[in-house]
């Protein structure tokens, strides 16, 4: 009696950090037709802006002022960094919000986060699952842009140097470690994003709920370092470090307000996070 008592309780070879494995996970989100919307938009944004260009002519022509979407067709390594800085402030919030905020969602609004859990997957270890996928594919979204970008532009442009706005020019090699730290700023600096997405995710069964919230929210953090009158406080928003990747393109790169920036957006994420977890380890399935 006693052993058909412990073989109900757990079933024989049941393992449960082999639940639900990454690989099954990552499977299943790149076949939605979000993921590959989504990059599609990504993959097309560099020739949106190479036509442009194509048609407006050279960006500096008008303007007395050299600023870095003036120096876009000096070479490949400006065409991405141009691309990195006009899709950073809003276009690349997007992906994170929505790989993070539909991933848990989704499947309660399918009715079928009821039946992974009777699998049974621990809600820790889908949590944790459908969370590394979300931000790998967040990461892969962000990596995208620049890699077409940069292809996009040597063959429009040319392979050279990066020139900087302000004056001189970093080598190709130093140029594309320079975008390497670019990329992974923003993408730390969207955990912010990342964890409010996901938190929302595992409160609602509406997707477009946990994505439009994590979107609004980024709009209005954005909307709230607009306001000088905050003075000290807006040193608080994530919003207010999210350009300070510029920084790293200088001849000599200053780091402190990236490094303020990651720890802004690294500690608010981790307190989403783990009200996410602690919140879904208490909530009742019903979908």
């Keep these: ?6 073989g ?32 599609g938009i990504l993959a097309a944004l560099p020739f949106v802006l190479l036509i442009a260009f194509a048609i407006g002519g050279q960006p500096g022509e008008r303007n007395g002022q050299v600023t870095l979407l003036d ?15 006009v899709s950073a402030g809003f276009l690349l919030v997007i992906p994170v919000a929505l790989f993070c905020g539909d991933t848990v969602a ?23 699952s459908k969370l590394v996928v979300a931000l790998g594919l967040s990461l892969a979204a962000m990596i995208l842009l620049p890699l077409i970008a940069l292809a996009v532009g040597t063959a429009a442009y040319g392979w050279g140097p990066l020139q900087i706005p302000t004056g001189g020019a970093l ?5 594309t470690q320079r975008l390497a730290v670019v990329v992974t700023y923003i993408f730390l600096s969207q955990l912010v994003t990342a964890g409010l997405a996901f938190w929302l995710s595992t409160k609602t069964d509406a997707p477009l709920g946990a994505v439009g919230g994590a979107v609004g929210l980024t709009i209005v953090g954005n909307v709230l370092d607009a306001v000088t ?39 608010y994420a981790l307190v989403l996070f783990a009200l996410a977890f602690r919140g879904f380890a208490r909530k009742d399935v019903v979908s």
Excluded at 1 to 6: A, H, K, P, R, V
């Design 1 to 6: 009696m006693s052993t058909l008592t412990e």
């Design 8 to 39: 109900a309780a757990v079933a024989s070879g049941y393992r449960a950090g082999r639940t639900l494995p990454l690989r099954v996970e990552l499977v299943r989100q790149l076949k939605r037709r979000r993921t590959l919307l989504m990059g």
């Design 71 to 85: 120096t876009a067709t000096a070479s490949g390594a400006n065409f991405a960094a141009v691309n990195l800085f």
């Design 106 to 128: 989704s499947e309660a609004n399918w009715s079928s986060l009821r039946y992974l859990l009777a699998a049974p997957v621990p809600r820790a270890r889908l949590l944790w």
């Design 171 to 175: 080598d190709t090699g130093t140029a």
């Design 229 to 267: 009158a905050l003075g000290h406080w807006r040193d608080f928003l994530p919003a207010h470090w999210q350009f300070a990747w510029a920084d790293a393109v200088q001849p000599h790169p200053e780091w402190s307000g990236m490094i303020q920036g990651t720890a802004i957006s690294i500690t």
